[in-house]
């Protein structure tokens, strides 16, 4: 079984020790890490070296970050394929639009919304795990979602708890 954990919109421009510990916490039984964009900075992605980690990024990163992670990527896990991007620029149905970037994958992730998604279209799975660092609407907590990866797919979103 293979677990990830996926999360978006850190808009951090590190990885600070308050961030270190929450992502020390949410995804300790992860071996995959997802980033769905607006990380800012790449560096931020140090926090998960012990980790496979794919990631894209945002309307909101750095060029240096928009240099070296693309806008789109598909990626395996197990016998399920994975179609992730960021969301923005697809308009204001972000969901339909992912059907036309990746039509044949089992899994669509994407981020953008700071607003937390998990459902199944058909046989697609789609995640938004929305913002690990609590910018969302509102006061809103932070989320973030894990995906299980054995003979079937299955995934959850999960609140940040108060670490302090």
């Not at 039984?29 to 992605?45: E, F, K, Y």
């Not at 794919?54 to 896990?77: D, E, I, T, W």
């Not at 394929?81 to 969301?87: D, K, R």
């Amino acid at each position: 079984m293979i677990t990830a954990g996926i999360l978006s919109d850190t808009h951090l421009s590190g990885s600070d020790e308050k961030f270190q510990h929450v992502v020390q916490h949410c995804f300790k039984d992860c071996t995959v890490i997802i980033h769905a964009g607006d990380l800012t900075d790449i560096s931020l992605l140090q926090a998960f070296s012990d980790k496979t980690v794919y990631a894209v990024h945002g309307n909101m990163c750095n060029p240096s970050s928009r240099v070296a992670l693309p806008a789109m990527l598909n990626f395996q896990l197990g016998q399920f394929s994975f179609g992730l991007t960021h969301g923005a620029g697809l308009g204001h149905d972000i969901e339909s639009a992912l059907w036309d970037l990746f039509p044949t994958e089992d899994c669509v992730i994407y981020g953008h919304t700071h607003h937390p998604v998990c459902h199944r279209v058909g046989g697609k799975l789609i995640i938004n795990p929305g913002t690990i660092t609590s910018t969302g609407r509102y006061g809103s907590p932070g989320t973030y979602a894990i995906v299980t990866v054995s003979d079937e797919l299955h995934a959850s979103l999960h609140e940040v708890p108060n670490l302090s």
